[in-house]
DNA sequence: TTGAAAGCGCTAACAT
DNA sequence: ATGTTAGCGCTTTCAA
């Protein structure tokens, strides 16, 4: 492995200087006059050779690092690894790299990222932010740096972002419980002032007051233990036996409230009905089948990465913010409507 | 925004030179014997104008870019990008950045990524490689990176690595299936080529064969189109009507199991019993259960993470590999043994 | 049409 | 105990 060549080191081989050099690298022959014959002939030695430009030099020169920074909560969650494969599979495309990193909705440690994301001079930033870091994005976003929201944004914060309609999502869910003739719809939720829970809360809330029903509603703190999510749900679900039907407001509820029900013995729909925010597998292989709502997670992150790439393109006026909205999907499966025919459970003789 | 400080700043403003406050920021101000006094009032002003060195410019100087290369086969794979949030836990704690990317077992994409994290000057890489990179990844370590492979290693190449014991676990499982009375058991995996999908095959032969038995194997070409993956199943298992158990070799070769075995209406684990390797929420939830080898990914994670800060710190010593072995786990539920009583099934009432 | 040279911000060998 | 200075490899202004 010998040493990795620098411009320098054509330079002198050629017995040309670094500038023609770098003029004719960066495509700027043309523009720059330069006969094509030293281009031709500095392009075959630098094939010959393999030279590539050091990307940190570059970088220190110019102040571009062809990074951009990706911020979500936890890049273990499935929706947000997914967005990552995608935002990946675009930013590459364009011969950008990501640095990832998650916040697990933790504000010191958010904010120690943005710094880190500005240190580092991404160029540009991704980010599904906790609440609590305004100040420090409306500082990343007077300093210049490009910055997109997904799956949530930040109040008073003017910037791109991209989000699925969640107002709407569960207003529309819960409408159609009721219009089932469920009369005690449950919402179990996150304890959460993200605007995308918020959002989803409020649509459950809208529908049953406009059909003038009662709410039913658990936050739960959210813990990486699962345990510390099931038993509240058990607690609730113990507590309001009139509750006739459920929604759950993201994938950690909905999967474990499907271990509730295996604790509980709560069979679906007969003792309750359900539909999930987020779709799965297990949704459609559960039996029975669980109706969902789910967020086209391409067409979300594609959706991030092009405003992003507006910006670092130049192509986005400055100032001039997008607001992406993308609709959820309905699968509508067995467990959000009445048996007609009520059938005995297996799991009862057992 | 001002313009952020350089340490020319710092020193003009202070009157001393840039060496002195070099020195001091990287803690090296005893080992230079400078003055307690000076490098008291520098710390204090440093914290005063908020100065942080720029990591681009150090990386140039230094060669070290305290960012670690990781390169999966798809982070949205949920093993990978559980893998990835361990990873990246301890990386961060060490001052590491993360820089990821996936493969798609895509042999040209594979050598075109390890090109990029030459040029980007990582300090280390953790890759779980797809076949067909050999001589890239030789390439690579004899310029002096470190590399830890996990997951699956390439043979004939020497480097720390980090797997579970694939052909043990397969064996095992067997075993158990045989020990259970069943006489044609099938494998259900994807063709490859890769070490830890060979160890799973051959655990499985080598256990069929000891008991006499004979041999069922699909191998699936894996498609990202879970079509792709179903029909081939429905088709294996039409195929063979004799086959009263299988065992699937990895997570979507289970899941999208279940999915045939929905569409034939096969009941577990009556017309089929089942062990999957991998686990997840959906085995435990399915009805009936489904008995799961599991990965420890947690400590897998840790392992690399530990092999490579080992290298990066200089705590391990030059050619002496390690090989770190981490066993699966085995979780027993309903759909490997016979029903004692045969239960009548609600499905076919329905 | 091409080249010389300054400078991005930092580190470290070499003074003093 | 602290300072001077030469790069790391690149881009770009200015000059020729």
């Known amino acids: ?31 720059k006059r330069i006969s094509p014959g ?23 020169r110019t102040g571009k690092t062809n990074i951009i920074g990706l911020m979500v909560e936890n890049i273990a969650d499935p929706f947000f690894s997914a967005v990552a494969r995608h935002i990946e599979n675009k930013a590459y495309q364009s011969g950008y790299k990501i640095l990832y990193c998650s916040t697990d909705n933790n504000t ?14 991404v160029d540009g930033c991704i980010i599904a932010p906790p609440v609590g870091v305004e100040q420090e994005i409306s ?39 009721i219009a089932e003739k469920y009369k005690n719809i449950g919402f179990i939720t996150f304890a959460s002032s993200q605007t995308q829970m918020q959002g989803r809360l409020e649509g459950y809330r809208a529908a049953v007051s ?15 233990d699962e345990r510390l999510i099931i038993d509240p749900i058990v607690d609730f679900i113990k507590k309001h036996p009139k509750m006739d039907a459920v ?11 499907l271990k509730a029900f295996q604790k509980l013995g709560t069979r679906v ?11 799965c597998d297990l949704f459609e292989l559960y039996n029975p089948s669980i109706t969902a709502i789910y967020q086209p997670i391409d067409k979300i992150a594609e959706a991030t990465i092009d405003l992003l790439l507006k910006r670092l393109h130049k192509k986005a006026v400055a100032g001039d913010f997008k607001k992406v909205v993308i609709p959820t ?7 959000s409507k009445p048996v007609a025919v009520r059938k005995k459970t297996v799991n009862k003789k057992g």
């Open 329 to 335: 999907g309905f699968t509508l499966r067995h467990s």
């Open 269 to 279: 729909p007969e003792d309750l009905a359900v539909i999930a925010f987020d779709d």
């Open 139 to 177: 500082s990343l976003l007077a300093s210049g740096m490009p910055v997109v929201f997904f799956d949530r944004h930040l109040e008073g914060i003017q910037t791109d972002q991209v989000e699925v309609n969640n107002y709407e999502s569960t207003f529309e869910a819960t409408r159609l419980l």
């Open 38 to 60: 030293l281009v031709k002939r500095v392009e075959a030695y630098i094939k010959e050779v393999g030279y590539k430009p050091n990307p940190i030099a570059k970088s220190l």
């Open 108 to 121: 010191d440690k958010t904010k120690e990222l943005l710094e880190m994301f500005r240190e580092r001079n």
């Open 1 to 31: 492995m010998l040493k990795k060549l620098s411009i320098a080191d054509i330079a002198r081989e050629l017995n040309i200087s670094k500038t023609t050099i770098s003029f004719i690298v960066n495509k700027r022959a043309e523009e």
């Open 247 to 257: 929604l759950f407001s993201a994938i950690q509820a909905g999967t474990n409230g």
């Open 210 to 224: 406009e059909a003038g029903l009662k709410e039913f509603i658990l936050e739960i703190n959210f813990d990486p």
